[in-house]
């Protein structure tokens, strides 16, 4: 068996070595260089393009709207957003003009001398001011409006959170080659290889088959290289469709910082009724993000934040509203967690607040309300895993020391210039597409036996770090009774492999890891019946029985399974510079069945420093619409000096139908430690944060 | 206007035409094809073009490469012996240290260089020791412990 065994990462020596291939450590013969000329400004009207006379034009290949052969839309929900603006535009840094070369260094210099001449339209800034909404949805659970006048307390509350920048370290890019004989071919950094082929058979009005978009090796997505790899995959073979060259477009970062998507910023509020023994009776959520200046993922965004906005709680009158409105800011999108970190901060963040207006800890608050197993969610759905929040707290407390660590800090001197805190959050995270949408993608799994007696796994779910080669290679030895070794990833290549769904909301170990186990099983018996090589076996999605859920009502069973959590920040807070330390960090989660510990636990401890990241110090900085802080100088994500011990424990609970009992896992970290310290963060100051991030200059002027 | 280069890189001799300011990270990996060099911000800020100059850790996306005149550099790619990993290589494998591969050649380099310095490093010494190189997957736990680890072997 190597399920539950540390097995090695299956490109892993690649990786040691520097051997493995990445876009930019790729080249064709004849090769240009492509780059990109956006607006510097968050509306208006095309007036025209200006091409300095000091650069001989001759030698580009430009492209512009006008040379688009199909639709000029990057398709995913809807058809909004151009791949290049004629006319008007919506966001800075929205693309206009492609360029290429084969000398990089002409194009910079070329990139320079363009310039787009435009009149202003005024911009919308802030969501307030926004009349335009992408989605909304009302979510309704027993009868929220009879609760007030029974209610012993009601406490609202506020809170915001920023922009974060997902800051994979290999930034976006893509290598193009097309023409209308052979057809589009893309290779490039990516999660979703079915994404970027639905965009560009539009762009290019072709049919599947001419199509092809193969991942390269990819160095880290966390939602980032979700979407936007369309737009960049279609930059490129515009520019190799006109040049009839292959094309490379690699962004430098300040370029990919300030263009591509980021995690949309929110507004939360609440309003709690509870019972005088701490009972929550009715919780009223509005929600709101910002969808930037086209829809994108905005939709499904909200509806992941929507779902989890009333947590882990057993309350029987909840009402969620929410909306994702339209800004002139550039289209904000994936980012893991993908809407559930905007809106279990409030939450737990609130409900720290409505424990201390009932004069409770915050523990024996949460522990009076944690769902259990048999109750329902604010969906309606009822639990059916058996489902231990308690002992999930007692046990990060354990590892924390919480109570005397509490009570300790709490007797602090309060005239000290250095403060202590601990805090913490209770959450849980779907796995899986939301509701139907599983059902909807209805992905498909292949498996092969090999003329040469070894075993292919055939998907288009990617490698980003997460270990989906390594789980997958696990999970399809053991059904198949062979040696890791004997397993292999095929490329994600569209040409060659299923579409087993995009590498998005923690559902490739769980969802697709399933349908490898089912194909695997499939491939045994064929195997058995005959001696012909290759053989190879296909399984598609089909929903566990029961699974019910209503579109129109938001109602029903949201997420197959979740994983519950409950993360401890222990800060230090320094009264004078106003910076917040992390000094330990607790994790503890029910994940199902951990697949590959050491993968598993490398999951947790990358998405708490991400958390931390957001909670302390990623502070976009948005100037005029454009992101003023577009370099890893000033735009700040933790470092080796910065993150506390990440001390990870799991507790497994089998998934009846996850493979071996296991569900998702790489969303659920990014959860929990935002709120987690600035509850830490209060309890060390008594200050009310109620935005993240939170960063000295915040938190000196609410003092 | 190129001029020559000469210099070692990896314990062989190359001799590159280089522009006057061009970047050595741009040498090693368009001229000598050494592509497991990386650039992630271009800047300085984070360590993933790191390479050893004449022992000394740099990031090649700051360094002239006609400074590496007659300069021993080691890159990501002589590292390992032949197929015979390094012990951080070996190490970063077993304990987790790489994810998405992306900051790992530029982290590997700045633990061999660490280690070469002091081979048993505290704790304080091996966070200080890699807080020039960013890592976005990790949070550095299993950076650490991958370290630690190879110092043990």
Redesign the interface.
């Known amino acids: 068996m190597t399920v539950g065994q540390?097995v090695?990462?299956k490109?892993?020596?690649?990786?040691?070595?520097?051997?493995?291939?990445?876009v930019?450590?790729w080249s064709l013969p004849g090769m240009l260089h492509g780059a990109t000329i956006r607006t510097q400004s968050p509306r208006g009207r095309i007036r025209g393009i200006k091409f300095a006379p000091n650069i001989n034009w001759d030698e580009f290949v430009i492209v512009t709207a006008k040379d688009i052969p199909g639709r000029n839309a990057v398709l995913l929900i809807d058809d909004e957003q151009p791949y290049l603006a004629a006319e008007s535009f919506e966001h800075a840094e929205e693309p206009v003009v492609l360029i290429a070369h084969p000398d990089k260094h002409k194009v910079e210099e070329a990139r320079r001398a363009v310039t787009i001449e435009f009149d202003p339209l005024p911009p919308v800034l802030t969501m307030e001011d926004s009349s335009r909404v992408f989605k909304s949805f009302h979510m309704d659970k027993g009868d929220v409006d009879s609760v007030w006048a029974r209610a012993d307390f009601i406490v609202e509350g506020e809170y915001s959170t920023g922009a974060q920048e997902?800051?994979?370290?290999?930034?976006n890019g893509m290598i193009a080659v097309a023409n209308s004989q052979d057809g589009v071919t893309v290779w490039g950094s990516l999660q979703c290889p079915y994404y970027v082929h639905k965009a560009l058979k539009g762009l290019f009005d072709l049919p599947d088959e001419k199509i092809r978009v193969v991942q390269m090796?990819?160095?880290?997505?966390?939602g980032g290289k979700e979407e936007y790899p369309s737009m960049i995959a279609g930059h490129a073979a515009l520019l190799a469709w006109k040049s009839g060259k292959p094309v490379k477009i690699i962004y430098?970062?300040a370029e990919d910082m300030a263009a591509t998507t980021k995690r949309h910023p929110s507004v939360t509020r609440h309003k709690t009724a509870v019972s005088k023994d701490g009972k929550l009776v009715g919780m009223e959520i509005d929600f709101a993000i910002d969808g930037g200046a086209y829809m994108t993922l905005s939709p499904v965004v909200l509806s992941r934040g929507t779902i989890h906005a009333a947590g882990p709680y057993s309350c029987p009158n909840v009402r969620v509203r929410s909306r994702a409105v339209a800004t002139n800011y550039p289209p904000h999108g994936a980012f893991r967690g993908f809407g559930a970190p905007q809106s279990i901060f409030a939450l737990e963040r609130h409900m720290d607040r409505v424990a201390a207006a009932v004069g409770l800890s915050p523990e024996e608050f949460r522990r009076r309300n944690f769902i259990k197993q048999g109750e329902t969610t604010a969906t309606g759905q009822v639990i059916s895993e058996a489902v231990d929040m308690n002992g999930l707290m007692e046990r990060a407390f354990a590892a924390i020391d919480y109570y005397a660590k509490r009570k300790q800090f709490a007797a602090q001197d309060p005239s000290a210039l250095r403060r202590k805190g601990i805090g913490f959050a209770t959450f849980m995270h779907g796995a899986g597409f939301t509701g139907s949408g599983e059902d909807y993608l209805k992905s498909v799994v292949g498996i092969e036996a090999t003329a040469n007696g070894r075993f292919r796994i055939l998907v288009a779910s990617t490698e980003?770090?997460?270990?989906t080669n390594t789980i997958l290679c696990q999970i399809a030895a053991d059904t198949l009774g062979v040696a890791y070794e004997s397993i292999e990833m095929a490329k994600p290549d569209t040409a060659s492999v299923p579409n087993s769904g995009p590498t998005v909301a923690s559902r490739t170990c769980m969802i697709v890891g399933k349908l490898v186990e089912s194909a695997a099983i499939g491939l045994k018996q064929m195997m058995a019946a005959s001696p012909d090589r290759p053989l190879r076996a296909f399984s598609q999605y089909k929903a566990p029985p029961g699974i019910r859920w209503d579109d129109e009502k938001y109602q029903g069973d949201a997420y197959g399974a979740y994983g519950w959590a409950v993360y401890v920040a222990e800060v230090t807070v320094d009264l004078l510079t106003w910076e917040t330390r992390v000094d330990d960090f607790v994790a503890v989660q029910e994940v199902g069945k951990v697949i590959n510990p050491?993968?598993a636990?490398?999951q947790i401890?990358?998405?708490?420093?991400?958390g931390i990241g957001y909670a302390l110090y990623e502070n976009v900085v948005w100037k005029d619409g454009r992101m003023a802080n577009n370099?890893?100088?000033n735009y700040i994500?933790?470092?080796?000096?910065d993150?506390p011990?990440?001390r990870v424990y799991f507790a497994e609970t089998p998934y009846k139908y996850g493979p071996s009992g296991a569900k998702g896992i790489g969303e659920l970290p990014h959860d929990g430690p935002a709120p987690a310290i600035l509850n830490a963060v209060e309890h060390a100051t008594g200050l009310r944060v109620n935005h993240a991030p939170l960063t000295p200059e915040l938190l000196c002027a609410l003092s | 206007m190129r001029s020559e280069l000469k210099c070692t890189v990896n314990g062989v001799a190359r001799t590159a035409q280089v522009y006057p300011m061009a970047r050595l990270l741009d040498v090693l990996?368009e001229e000598m094809h050494?592509?497991?060099?990386?650039?992630?911000?271009?800047?300085g800020?984070?360590g993933?073009c790191s390479v050893l100059v004449d022992g000394e850790l740099v990031n090649s996306c700051l360094f002239p490469a006609l400074q590496a005149e007659g300069a021993n550099i080691r890159?990501?790619?002589g590292?390992?012996v032949g197929d015979k990993?390094h012990a951080v290589?070996e190490s970063?494998?077993?304990?987790?240290?790489?994810?998405?591969?992306?900051?790992?050649?530029g982290m590997?380099l700045a633990a061999v260089s660490l280690l070469e310095r002091i081979p048993h490093p505290t704790e304080a010494e091996?966070?200080?020791g890699?807080?020039?190189?960013?890592?976005?997957?990790?949070?550095?736990?299993?950076?650490?412990e991958s370290v630690v680890k190879a110092c043990e072997r």
């Open positions: 540390s090695r990462r490109e892993g020596r690649d990786k040691v070595t520097g051997a493995a291939v990445y930019d450590d997902q800051l994979y370290i290999e930034n090796e990819t160095g880290g997505g966390f430098d970062r980003i770090g997460q270990g050491v993968l636990a490398g401890e990358g998405g708490v420093a991400q370099q890893m100088t994500m933790p470092t080796a000096a993150v011990p990440i | 990996r050494l592509t497991g060099t990386k650039e992630g911000c271009g800047e800020e984070c993933a890159t990501i790619e590292v390992a990993l290589q970063f494998l077993l304990h987790g240290g790489a994810q998405c591969g992306m900051c790992t050649p590997i091996i966070r200080n890699l807080a020039g190189n960013l890592c976005r997957c990790t949070g550095y736990t299993k950076i650490f």
